[in-house]
Structure formats: structure tokens, C-alpha cells
């Protein structure tokens, strides 16, 4: 059995780990690392250093991860889609109408795949089955983090700065990132959970996801076409 060629789009604390992890697989093939800072990159083999994000073809990926930010498949999540199975780290991405409607057309028409990890959002699997049934009445997703562990910009940026210099409950959540799932279905069928994740203060991603993280690297590109959760 060939091992599946991951291309690793992002080189922060969860793309260093997915590398290592990738590296350290039996069934994965490190194909391609990209950052946009390349002189992160002294670390990583040269021949695995990718600099232009249009070449990315000539690495011969079989799935193409991103772990850098929403504006990575903004600007070049079709043309992944054209090369290779795509799992999207960044899914905010799609909240974004036009961008979400350019991929699905892409997964859709294509013969790769557009996967969705699970990351901190336990139960997402469940919910989808309760989608396609035409079961699902409700569902309302909070995510709870120390503002520090939100990269923001602009208005929010300045709003989340006032709420990081003052003092309150903010403190509490200095060494964890809780997702609270709350799901309303027919016949007043109800489900709550609530994710508790162990992170370091200011980190984006809680400890747990990391794992979680690479279990759907293993699982991404099994499924050809269309958009999938993994």
C-alpha cells in the first residue's frame, strides 16, 4: 500500500506538529510544507519547501491540508481542488457565500474531495445525519476562548483588546478552550455537550485538536467528490 503525499499549507504550532506527525506515520508521506513566512522553514527539508502556492502540482500531493488562514482557500482552494483532495483547517472561510459556493462547485464537479475536520467540534457527524434526514430544528455552537487565542483585525480586533485588558470572567479561561454543542431535533429530541480542552494561554488550538487534527489527516480522501466531514 503507497502512503498517501500530504502537502502541509501553514507552518505554526499546528502545522509543525501535523509535519513531525506526518513524518512519523506509516501511512503518510510528507509532500510539500508552505508558509508564508518561508524563513520559518530552515527546519524542513529543501526539497519539501514550497514558495509559490501555483506550483503546488509539481509535489504530486494526494491531499492538500491547510492549517494557515481563511484567505489560504479564498485565493487558491479551487486550484487545490483541481490537484488534490483538499481538508480545510481554516472553515471560516466558507462562511463567506461566494467562496463557499466556488468550492462546493469545484468538490462537486471534480473528482477530489473538499473534507471538513472535526477539530473541536464533537458530534458534527451526528448533526450532518440529522441534516440530510431533515431532522434537525435547531443547533447553536458557543465557543469560549481567552480573547487572546483570537487572531482578529479591524473593529474586533479593537473590541477584543478592550475586553484583554480588563478583568472579569476572562480570567477563567486562561488554561482551556470549552465548545458548548447544543442540538434541537423533531419530536423534542435534545442533545448538549460540552468540550473541555486544555490549551496554553494565547493559543489558537487546544491541546486536544492537535490529535483530532491528525486523525482526520489519516481519514481525508477516501470518500472521491463532494464535500465531506472527517
Known amino acids: 500500500m503507497c502512503a498517501k503525499r500530504i502537502g502541509i499549507v501553514g507552518y505554526g504550532h499546528l502545522g509543525k506538529y501535523l509535519v513531525k506527525a506526518v513524518e ?4 503518510l508521506e510528507l509532500a510539500f510544507v508552505w508558509n508564508r513566512s518561508p524563513g520559518s522553514l530552515v527546519n524542513v527539508e529543501k526539497k519539501l519547501v514550497c514558495t509559490d502556492l501555483r506550483q503546488v ?3 504530486a500531493p494526494d491531499l492538500i491540508v491547510e492549517v494557515a ?3 489560504v482557500t479564498r485565493e487558491y482552494g ?5 490537484v488534490a483532495h483538499y481538508m480545510i483547517g481554516s472553515p471560516t472561510a466558507m462562511a463567506d457565500p461566494e467562496v463557499e459556493a466556488r468550492l462546493r462547485h469545484a468538490a462537486d464537479a471534480g473528482k477530489y474531495g473538499l473534507y471538513v475536520p472535526a ?3 464533537w458530534g458534527g457527524a451526528d448533526i450532518r445525519k440529522l441534516v440530510v434526514l431533515g431532522t434537525l430544528e435547531s443547533l447553536k455552537i458557543t465557543m469560549k476562548k481567552h480573547p487572546s487565542s483570537f487572531k482578529l483585525g479591524g473593529v474586533l480586533k479593537d473590541k477584543n483588546d ?3 485588558s480588563g478583568t472579569g470572567p476572562v480570567t477563567l479561561l486562561t488554561d482551556r478552550h470549552i465548545v458548548v454543542v447544543e442540538v434541537g431535533g423533531k419530536g423534542g429530541f ?3 455537550t460540552e468540550r473541555y480542552n486544555p490549551a496554553k494561554l494565547g493559543a489558537v488550538t487546544g491541546n486536544a485538536t492537535y490529535n483530532s487534527f491528525l486523525s482526520s489527516v489519516v481519514a481525508a480522501g477516501t470518500q472521491g467528490s463532494g464535500i465531506h466531514l472527517c
Open 162 to 164: 478592550e475586553i484583554t
Open 57 to 59: 502540482a509539481g509535489y
Open 78 to 82: 479551487e486550484l487545490f481542488l483541481s
Open 69 to 71: 488562514h481563511p484567505d
Open 24 to 27: 512519523e506515520h506509516p501511512l
Open 190 to 192: 435534545k442533545v448538549t
Open 119 to 121: 477539530g473541536a467540534l
